[in-house]
């Protein structure tokens, strides 16, 4: 089974039902990705909320479900972290990626919390590991490591054995 | 510790409410989990877990080991259910490869997979129930996981750190009389789930404890991220071996147990009734394997026999060249998702196309549905805080990871 290469190119992707959903509603999208038969979709910084809301209420396939939010740490690329999301859709059984990139200055966007109560445990690990703020969070603190632990240990200029 | 917790650092609220510690240590807490309660009397007014007592870094380890050194780890990340954490990441890491696994192989995946779905229920049953009080069904339901780690053992040399699955197939073939000694217990565990059934089922007291207690709307479960038993108690009809199936699973006819009450009862009813299904898959997983090799054809990637390595050249290149360099997986990124018996265990595996994994990222379905807990137990009695994070069946080691 050769893998098929990854398709990259908006154009191609437009008829994809969440790109579609995105774009119709102008959305600022920046680049999309089909690979593996899994979709990727790049938003910027500062649309990923209403990307969110969009697909969440979408009527033809709501990706009502927030799996999971998890970070890449591109370092020393910039821009350095991809924020991930992993939505799935319940009644249709689909599943989108949407993935957020930040510069590593201080890296910050806004949460979806608000929109999905189970985003608060993800994006609270996310800030303890990778340093990212999620603005408009609850109650963003460390969630695994000590609260007086210097560093985030998941970024890729932090020892794997630690600092000692 | 006041600065820790704005909770524990409240004013006890207005006179009438004070901060409870329940955990690290509490028996009841399945593990290290801390929850502080605000309490007005016996009646809970906030609820807060408090997680990261068991974290290991097990992300940031994966990322300094080539990708067939990750399955270890995984094991330890459920320590309940071993097999589909490695279920779930080689599969990632064959997605990623383009990897074809020969049919035997998957089969004996999915037989091992609802073993170890039956083996994490009896213990979350065994648990649960004692934590309410039924102290019976404890050494019941471990006489029957005895069992099930006697297969482990048969097949991987381990009773709970299998790692059993490689990428690429299985570590061994299942030694002679496994499927035997499996058929004889798939034989009588339904009985033996009547005899759980007929101490909890009807009980008035397990009842009373249960039923109505620690309710969830389908729609707060499914904002709140929870999956597995914990959603399907709520109504919401999904599980990903049916819906999205993986490793085979569309081969195998099975019911999903789903109840529409929301509370603790439907939780154990549906996990109940998950034994039941469970086990019809292990017959069928029985009566259909197939023959034939328990390795996919891609020498690069799997080790060669040991009786290849000492007469092949070939074979002994490869295995040197495996075992100090790795193997290389093309850059790309997958999202393996799987019905753990907890709910959606997720592997996102990123590939910078070297022999390790770029990033390693575990979705918990405990940690999310940890969060449920809130809804779940504030109004309620300290008592009904008990029976619902029995009711989650949370494993401290995959939350923390």
């Known amino acids: 089974m050769p893998l098929a290469p990854a398709i990259t190119d908006l154009e191609q992707l437009r008829e994809h039902p969440a790109l579609a959903r995105l774009l119709a509603a102008s959305v600022a999208v920046e680049g999309a990705k089909f690979d593996?038969?899994?979709?990727?979709?790049?938003?910027y910084r500062s649309s990923i909320r209403d990307a969110c809301v969009l697909l969440r209420d979408d009527p033809g396939c709501p990706f009502n479900f927030l799996s999971d939010v998890t970070c890449v740490d591109w370092y020393p690329q910039e821009p350095r972290f991809e924020v991930v999301y992993h939505l799935l859709s319940i009644p249709k059984k689909e599943r989108v990626r949407l993935k957020v990139r930040l510069n590593s200055g201080s890296p910050a966007v806004e949460s979806v919390t608000p929109l999905w109560p189970a985003a608060n445990?993800?994006?609270?690990?996310?800030?303890d590991l990778f340093g990212v703020r999620f603005n408009g969070h609850p109650y963003l603190r460390r969630l695994l490591m000590p609260e007086d632990w210097e560093g985030h240990p998941l970024r890729k200029d932090y020892p794997v054995e630690g600092y000692r | 510790m006041a600065h820790m917790n704005p909770i524990a650092s409240l004013e006890p609220g207005q006179d009438r409410t004070m901060i409870l510690n329940m955990g690290p240590q509490h028996p009841s807490t399945h593990g290290v989990l801390r929850v502080i309660l605000e309490i007005d009397g016996e009646t809970v007014v906030r609820i807060m877990p408090d997680i990261g007592y068991l974290h290991t870094g097990i992300e940031k380890t994966c990322e300094a080991k080539f990708y067939q050194q990750v399955v270890p780890l995984t094991d330890r990340i459920d320590y309940l259910c071993p097999l589909t954490n490695n279920l779930c990441y080689v599969l990632a890491v064959?997605?990623?490869?383009?990897l074809e696994i020969p049919p035997k192989a998957q089969w004996m995946?999915?037989?091992?997979?609802?073993?170890?779905?039956?083996?994490?229920?009896?213990?979350?049953?065994?648990t649960h129930a004692m934590d309410i009080g039924a102290l019976t069904v404890f050494l019941y339901c471990f006489r029957e996981r005895e069992d099930i780690l006697r297969m482990f053992e048969m097949v991987s040399g381990q009773r709970m750190m299998t790692s059993?699955?490689?990428?690429?197939?299985?570590?061994?073939?299942?030694?002679?009389?496994?499927?035997?000694?499996?058929?004889?217990?798939a034989n009588r565990f339904p009985a033996k789930v009547d005899e759980y059934e007929n101490l909890l089922t009807g009980n008035p007291i397990w009842g009373m404890r249960t039923k109505g207690?620690?309710?969830?709307?389908?729609?707060d479960a499914i904002a709140l991220g929870a999956s597995g038993p914990t959603l399907r108690g709520s109504g919401v009809d999904i599980d990903l071996r049916r819906d999205m199936p993986y490793s085979g699973y569309e081969k195998f006819r099975f019911k999903v147990p789903v109840s529409q009450d929301g509370d603790v009862f439907a939780r154990y009813i549906c996990r109940v009734q998950e034994l039941r299904e469970s086990i019809g898959i292990v017959q069928q997983a029985l009566d259909g394997m197939p023959e034939g090799p328990i390795k996919a054809d891609a020498p690069k990637v799997v080790l060669p026999d040991r009786e290849k390595m000492k007469t092949q050249m070939e074979a002994l290149i490869y295995h040197f060249k495996i075992i100090t360099e790795g193997f290389a997986v093309p850059a790309g990124?997958?999202?393996?998702?799987?019905?753990s018996p907890r709910g959606e265990m997720g592997y996102y595996v990123v590939s910078d196309g070297t022999a390790k994994p770029y990033r390693v990222h575990m979705r918990s379905a405990c940690l999310a549905n940890l969060q449920l807990l809130s809804k779940m137990c504030e109004g309620r009695l300290i008592a009904d805080v008990v029976a619902a994070i029995g009711s989650i069946d949370i494993v401290l080691g995959e939350i923390d990871r």
Not at chain 1, 36 to 43: A, K, L, P, Q, S
Not at chain 2, 213 to 219: F, S
């Open chain 2, 94 to 98: 064959e997605k990623l490869l383009g």
């Open chain 1, 36 to 43: 593996r038969d899994e979709m990727t979709i790049y938003v």
């Open chain 2, 109 to 126: 995946r999915v037989l091992m997979n609802e073993l170890t779905r039956i083996n994490s229920h009896l213990v979350w049953l065994g």
């Open chain 2, 164 to 185: 059993y699955f490689r990428v690429g197939g299985l570590a061994l073939e299942p030694p002679l009389g496994f499927f035997d000694y499996v058929r004889e217990f």
């Open chain 2, 213 to 219: 207690v620690a309710r969830i709307t389908a729609e």
């Open chain 2, 333 to 339: 990124e997958v999202y393996q998702a799987v019905e």
């Open chain 1, 121 to 127: 445990f993800f994006e609270r690990e996310v800030y």
